[in-house]
C-alpha cells in the first residue's frame, strides 16, 4: 500500500505552522479566506485568545514539532504512551508511529489553547467539549490510510477484512447504531433479566414486578428498586453472576421493582408529575397491598433516585412517610456539578427543546444514547469504527454493551420538566418547585439513607452524588465506589473486583474531606448495602408463597412485555 511523502506530510505542517495568517485563522479567521472550524465556534460564543498567549503556542509548538522531526529524519522512534498506538504494528513503523506523534502533538497544543481561552467556566467547558470530540476523531488510528493495524489486517486477509468491514458498516447503518457487542448473542428474558418474579401490576407508565424469594425467611421490610428511565431496567438484572436484582433476592429480601415502559405517541404529554403519581407512588401504594406493610425500603438509581426522591418528598408533605430506608446510587439532588454533561444544558438548548417538545412529543431514544457516547467517544464510538469497520472483525458478546445500545425514548414534557428544573435552575433541593400538587422539600424525608457514587463517574461527578448528604435529614451513610456510572455499581461480590471507600467518622463538611478520611477496602461494596437493608428490615418472616393477592393477580412471567419494546 501507498502511503504519503513523509518529507511532503512534514514541510505541509511545518509551513502552515510557521505562517502567522494560518495560525491567525485558528482563532480569529482572519487574513486566511475562511475560517478555521475551531475559530468560528469561538467566535460563535464570543471567545478569543491573547496574541502573546497565541505567539507562546506556537513557539512551544515549533520546538516540539521541530525535535519530533529531526528524531524521525535520525530514525529514532518516538515514545508513545497512548493505548491507541501501542502495538507492534504502529511502534514498529517509523512512519506510522511519526503520524502518531504527530497527531498527539497537535492534540496537545489544542488542548492548550482551549485553557488559556478567556471565557466564561461555561463558555470553556463547551469550547474543551468541542475540541475534544474533533481530537478524537481525528485520530490517524480512525482512517485506514493511516491504520497500520489495519493495513496488515487487510493484507494478511487478502481483502477480506475490507468486504468484512463494509458489510458491518452497512449493518450498522441499517441499525441506526454502531454495534458495541454481539447483539445477537443475547435476549432480554432468555439469558438477560433471568431473576424468577411474576408482573402483578401494570398501567401505560410502568410494569411491577415481583420477585420469587430465594430464602425460606424474609426482611419484613420489602425492597421497591426503581431504575432509571433512561434505558431499561435490566442493568440491575443482566445475568445470575452480576444481577443486584438477584443479589438483594439471595439476601433475603422481598423484592419489586419498576419496568418503566419505552414511551410511545400514546405517552407524549406524560410529564414529570406523572412518573411521581402515576409511577413510583402508584408502585408504593401496589407493594403495600400485596405485602401489608406501610413502610419500604426504597432504592433509586440515576435519574430513578432523582425521581424517588421527589415521590416521597411529595408524600411527606402529604404527611406520610413511607421509606423504611432510601438508597441512592449515582444520583443528583444537588444539580450544582453535572460534570460534562452541562454543556449539553443553557437556556438557548433547554428553550429549543422546550419549543420541540413541551407541548407533548417524544425525545428519541437514539439521541439520547449519541448523547451519551459522545461523553466517551473514544470509548463507545471510535474503537468500535476501528475495530467493527477498519478490521472487519465482529464484536465480542458483552451483556452490558448490549444493554447500553437498548435505548428508550423520553416523553418530550418530562424531559423538558427535567432538563429546566433541574440541570439548568437546580430548583429541586430548594424547596420550591411543586410536583402532583404539592411542595417538593427534600429534607423532609425522614429515613435512613445509603448513598453510593462511583468515583470516575462521567454522569453523576461523585461529590455531587455526596452532596446528597447535606440535602436528606436523616441518618445517612455515603460510599465510594470505583470505576464508572455503571461498571461501578454493577460490580458483583462474585467476580470480586475493584474496590471502594468507607469513612464512618462523621458527616465530612464536604466530599474531599470525606475521601482525606476514608479508608480503601477490596472488592464489591454490594455487601455494605446488604448489611444495610438488612439493618433496616424489620424482623425476619416467612417468606411469601405466591405473587400478588386477591387484588393484584399475577399478569406474566418476569421480565415482562415492556422492557422487550425497541425504540424506533
Known amino acids: 500500500m501507498n502511503l504519503p511523502d513523509p518529507q511532503v506530510i512534514a514541510n505541509a505542517w511545518m509551513s502552515q505552522m510557521s505562517d502567522p495568517g494560518q495560525w491567525q485563522s485558528w482563532f480569529s479567521g482572519a487574513p486566511t479566506t475562511e475560517a478555521h472550524p475551531l475559530a468560528a465556534m469561538m467566535q460563535d ?3 478569543h485568545i491573547k496574541q502573546d498567549v497565541m505567539e507562546q ?4 509548538y515549533m520546538k516540539d514539532f521541530g525535535e519530533l522531526w529531526q528524531d524521525f529524519v535520525a530514525g529514532k522512534t518516538p515514545a508513545i504512551s497512548d493505548r491507541r498506538f501501542a502495538s507492534a504494528a504502529w511502534q514498529g513503523n517509523p512512519m506510522s508511529a511519526f503520524n502518531a506523534a504527530a497527531y498527539l502533538l497537535n492534540a496537545k497544543f489544542l488542548t492548550a489553547m482551549v485553557e488559556t481561552v478567556e471565557a466564561t467556566p461555561q463558555q470553556k467547558q463547551k469550547i474543551r467539549f468541542a475540541v475534544q470530540q474533533i481530537v478524537d476523531a481525528m485520530s490517524p488510528a480512525n482512517f485506514l490510510a493511516t491504520n497500520p493495524e489495519a493495513q496488515q489486517k487487510l493484507i494478511e486477509t487478502k481483502g477480506e477484512s475490507l468486504t468484512k468491514g463494509l458489510a458491518n458498516m452497512l449493518g450498522d447503518m441499517g441499525k441506526g447504531h454502531i454495534s458495541l457487542s454481539d447483539e445477537s448473542a443475547f435476549e432480554v428474558g432468555r439469558n438477560l433479566a433471568m431473576t424468577e418474579g411474576t408482573v402483578v401490576y401494570e398501567n401505560p407508565l410502568f410494569q411491577l414486578i415481583q420477585y420469587k424469594p430465594k430464602t425460606d425467611n424474609v426482611n419484613q421490610v420489602p425492597l421497591l428498586m426503581v431504575p432509571p428511565c433512561i434505558n431499561k431496567f435490566y442493568i440491575l438484572d443482566l445475568q445470575p453472576e452480576n444481577s443486584l436484582v438477584r443479589y438483594a433476592v439471595e439476601q433475603g429480601n422481598t423484592v419489586f421493582l419498576i419496568s418503566w415502559s419505552n414511551p410511545d405517541k400514546s405517552l407524549a404529554h406524560t410529564t414529570w408529575d406523572d412518573y411521581v403519581e402515576k409511577g413510583v407512588i402508584e408502585a408504593i401504594r401496589v407493594v403495600q397491598d400485596i405485602t401489608g ?3 419500604l425500603n426504597m432504592f433509586g438509581f440515576c435519574v430513578g433516585g432523582t425521581i424517588v426522591a421527589t415521590a416521597l418528598a411529595v408524600l411527606a408533605a402529604r404527611g406520610e412517610q413511607v421509606a423504611n430506608s432510601l438508597t441512592l446510587l449515582t444520583t443528583f439532588l444537588d444539580f450544582n456539578d453535572t460534570g460534562v454533561l452541562d454543556v449539553f444544558v443553557d437556556e438557548a438548548q433547554v428553550a429549543m427543546r422546550e419549543q420541540q417538545l413541551k407541548g407533548g412529543g417524544l425525545m428519541p431514544g437514539r439521541d439520547l444514547a449519541s448523547t451519551f457516547s459522545s461523553l466517551r467517544p473514544n470509548d463507545l464510538v471510535w474503537n468500535y469504527v476501528q475495530s467493527n469497520y477498519l478490521k472487519g472483525n465482529d464484536p465480542a458478546a458483552f451483556d452490558l454493551l448490549f444493554w447500553n445500545s437498548d435505548s428508550t425514548n423520553l416523553p418530550g414534557p418530562m424531559f423538558c420538566w427535567y432538563l429546566r428544573n433541574t440541570y439548568l435552575e437546580n430548583k429541586l433541593k430548594t424547596g420550591k418547585l411543586v410536583v402532583a400538587g404539592e411542595k417538593v422539600e427534600l429534607g423532609k424525608i425522614d429515613a435512613p439513607a445509603f448513598v453510593y457514587g462511583s468515583r470516575e463517574d462521567h454522569i453523576v461527578p461523585w461529590p455531587s452524588a455526596y452532596d446528597s448528604l447535606n440535602i436528606l435529614k436523616g441518618k445517612t451513610r455515603f460510599v465510594l465506589g470505583a470505576s464508572g456510572h455503571i461498571a461501578g455499581v454493577i460490580n458483583s461480590p462474585v467476580k470480586n473486583k475493584r474496590n471502594y471507600w468507607i469513612n464512618d467518622s462523621g458527616k465530612a463538611r464536604n466530599a474531599e474531606a470525606w475521601f482525606d478520611g476514608a ?50
Open 45 to 47: 460564543v464570543g471567545v
Open 519 to 568: 479508608t480503601e477496602v477490596a472488592g464489591s461494596w454490594w455487601p455494605e448495602w446488604a448489611k444495610f437493608l438488612s439493618d433496616n428490615g424489620g424482623k425476619q418472616v416467612k417468606a411469601r408463597a405466591k405473587p400478588g393477592n386477591a387484588k393484584y393477580k399475577a399478569i406474566e412471567a418476569a421480565p415482562g412485555r415492556y422492557v422487550k419494546v425497541k425504540a424506533d
Open 293 to 295: 406493610e406501610k413502610k
Open 57 to 60: 503556542l506556537k513557539n512551544e
